[in-house]
């Protein structure tokens, strides 16, 4: 894998506009800025483990150059030229390039460093020419400086004049042979582990913490490239990096707090409108269908094609498959991302990962960490070192596709169900969210279904895991299943599974709680099951859970009493004020679902249910400002609920006016246009 050498590329982080000086400063303020940066650049620690020399070098001239500052203050000068003011303007920028370069040295990947060399030798000799070019060209006979000023400016013009490069040859050696483990790896040969702790050792990677913060250091990387083959580079190292990581320094104890991660890609808690509310992922390509819900284009492509017409989340039947982009959460996204240091990238087509082809040397990485992690695994371990290795697969689990499938492939779900049952909270919670970050790839959710005690020991998990997050993950991982049509007609039929979701949903914290109503939301979507949903009291469950999740609650209540028959009308005859709470003060979502699930339940409830409406304070009003304000589809519900309003006055279903007098006040007295 070699890398010719190139311009080492800047990286995104620049000095603020606010940092360069304008010609209109004073000449004083010129030298004060000029000697305070020299002082930053010179208080800057060398390079440790590789540009050693060339860092070194570059700070001593520094620390010169902070002595000349200071002599040319010490002494003021009368008159300054306008070309040595000019100069003094191109030092201070090639000075903030020094400091940018040294600083995005120091914390960046040393890995990435390593590979690109050359490219940052070139770039620190580039500096010291741009700083001897500046110097040449001072005009030191046109000013008054005494003799010291002057022969200190020769001397830094000395120090500057390196004819070349400097590439330490133990460097190159060290890329040489990274460079050839990768290669190895590309050709499915495991690497030489004396050789890969030499290579480590020297880069000061030399714990599985120092491992962990290369590989984000890596990521971040990935996100700074704009070519497909420096991404490639960067993916195949992080390979090497999480491979390396587990074979000489074991599976790492996970860090405080680790425990409450959760979700694919768990290393932060996404914003919920961010997250497909098939996969529960971070959206990559969001897009909006036809009942205005909006899903990652891949998840809601695979369920259309597997003969779906309906919205996953309302149950509406779609009036047509076209999928138009949403840009604007994209970028929202993409932005959000940024700013928790999260890799971010379009996936174009499924062959891609991470919008990078497919990586032969990271795939291969990739399947000797995880028959390295299945191998511990399969040995007899203390509950501690299991759960170690657990969290290793977890995190794999996130990446992406290829991972999840070489775990699955390596045979470590069975391993996986064997510490779904165990005592020790950290390693179910682990095991768990593993089988979840698994299930998102459709081919696990067959192995899933398949192997034996797999699906028995996540209702467990469900039912009585010993946290609120292992237990809200299992509901996450029904949630998974049931986006295969056969599966979910197999979980709506076990009662255990329905009375666990709806416990969770009444008991739970907001996140657990959230995982519990998308899962049964789904198993809402099997008419059978409705029926089992309802004699359990899942619309009960759901006004006890309304005022803290409403959009959830209400989208549930919508697919039950329109699937639920009368029994299900007649549960959520208590329900109705709360739908008029929802409706006068929910968001748009939660609004539109409320006046839907109004409209069914007046339709097939009777007069009963309309005299329950029409008995909430300041209903009509709400009901006209809907029509104003909400969605098209709200304002299609309200104008429904309107027109069966009018009638139900007119007394046209069966009841008399007396009636309607009688049980309004004035203030709820619904007046509608002829």
């Not at 009018?646 to 046209?652: I, Q």
């Amino acid at each position: 894998m070699a890398v010719p050498p190139q311009v080492f590329p800047p990286r995104k982080r620049r000095p603020s506009a606010g940092s360069f000086i304008s010609p209109n400063l004073s000449n004083l303020k010129l030298l004060q800025s000029l000697l305070l940066l020299s002082q930053e650049i010179s208080s800057l620690k060398p390079l440790q483990f590789l540009h050693r020399r060339n860092s070194s070098s570059i700070v001593r001239k520094s620390k010169l150059l902070a002595i000349l500052f200071e002599e040319l203050l010490r002494d003021p000068i009368s008159y300054i030229p306008p070309s040595a003011l000019l100069c003094f303007e191109e030092m201070y920028i090639v000075l903030q390039r020094i400091k940018t370069l040294i600083e995005d040295c120091s914390n960046g990947s040393r890995m990435w460093l390593l590979v690109q060399n050359e490219s940052v030798a070139h770039s620190f000799h580039e500096l010291v020419v741009d700083l001897s070019t500046l110097l040449d060209v001072f005009p030191v006979k046109e000013i008054d400086l005494n003799e010291d000023v002057k022969e200190l400016v020769v001397l830094i013009r000395k120090q500057c004049s390196e004819t070349k490069a400097f590439v330490d040859q133990k460097d190159s050696d060290l890329r040489r042979d990274v460079l050839k483990m990768l290669d190895r790896i590309k050709r499915e040969i495991v690497p030489d582990h004396w050789k890969m702790s030499e290579i480590f050792e020297r880069l000061g990677l030399r714990d599985s913490s120092s491992c962990k913060d290369e590989i984000e250091s890596l990521e971040e990387e990935f996100q700074n490239q704009t070519d497909e083959k420096s991404k490639a580079e960067v993916i195949a190292l992080i390979g090497l990096v999480r491979y390396a990581k587990c074979v000489l320094f074991g599976a790492s104890t996970p860090r405080s707090g680790a425990g409450r991660l959760r979700k694919p890609l768990d290393d932060a808690i996404f914003p919920v409108d961010f997250r497909c509310p098939i996969t529960l992922d971070l959206m990559r390509d969001p897009v909006v269908v036809a009942t205005g819900q909006t899903y990652d284009r891949s998840s809601i492509n695979l369920w259309i094609e597997s003969g779906h017409n309906t919205c996953p989340k309302t149950g509406q039947t779609l009036a047509h498959t076209d999928l138009i982009p949403n840009l604007a959460l994209k970028n929202l996204i993409a932005l959000w991302c940024r700013e928790q240091k999260i890799p971010f990238e379009t996936t174009g087509t499924k062959q891609k990962i991470n919008g990078v082809m497919p990586n032969k040397t990271a795939l291969e990485a990739t399947k000797m960490t995880v028959t390295f992690l299945v191998d511990r695994l399969t040995v007899s371990q203390s509950p501690d070192t299991a759960n170690r290795v657990v969290h290793e697969l977890r995190v794999l689990a996130k990446t992406e596709s290829d991972s999840r499938a070489c775990i699955a492939e390596a045979g470590a779900i069975p391993l996986l169900v064997r510490s779904l049952g165990s005592e020790n909270p950290n390693l179910q919670v682990n095991a768990v969210t593993t089988i979840l970050n698994l299930s998102i790839l459709e081919a696990n959710k067959t192995r899933i279904m398949e192997t034996d005690g797999a699906l028995n020991g996540v209702i467990e998990v469900l039912r009585s895991g010993a946290t609120w997050e292992a237990k809200g993950n299992a509901a996450a991982t029904i949630f998974s299943l049931t986006g295969v049509h056969a599966y979910r007609k197999r979980l709506g039929r076990k009662t255990r599974v329905l009375n666990a979701l709806m416990d969770l949903a009444k008991e739970g914290p907001a996140c657990a709680k959230r995982d519990a109503l998308m899962a049964l939301l789904n198993l809402a979507g099997d008419r059978e099951t409705v029926g089992r949903l309802v004699e359990g009291g899942v619309v009960e469950m759901v006004g006890e859970v309304m005022v803290q999740l409403p959009e959830e609650a209400v989208t549930i209540l919508e697919m039950v009493v329109k699937r639920g028959g009368w029994a299900a009308i007649e549960a959520a005859h208590s329900a109705i004020r709360k739908l008029g709470v929802i409706v006068r003060e929910g968001s748009d979502r939660a609004r539109e679902s409320a006046a839907a699930t109004l409209v069914t339940i007046c339709r097939k409830g009777g007069s009963k249910m309309v005299a329950e409406l029409v008995a909430i304070p300041g209903i009509e009003r709400v009901i006209w400002e809907l029509m104003g304000t909400g969605t098209p589809r709200a304002k299609r519900k309200v104008a429904t609920i309107l027109r069966i309003l009018r009638r139900w006055a007119a007394g046209l279903d069966g009841v008399s006016t007396a009636v309607y007098s009688t049980t309004n006040t004035s203030s709820t007295r619904i007046v509608l246009p002829s």
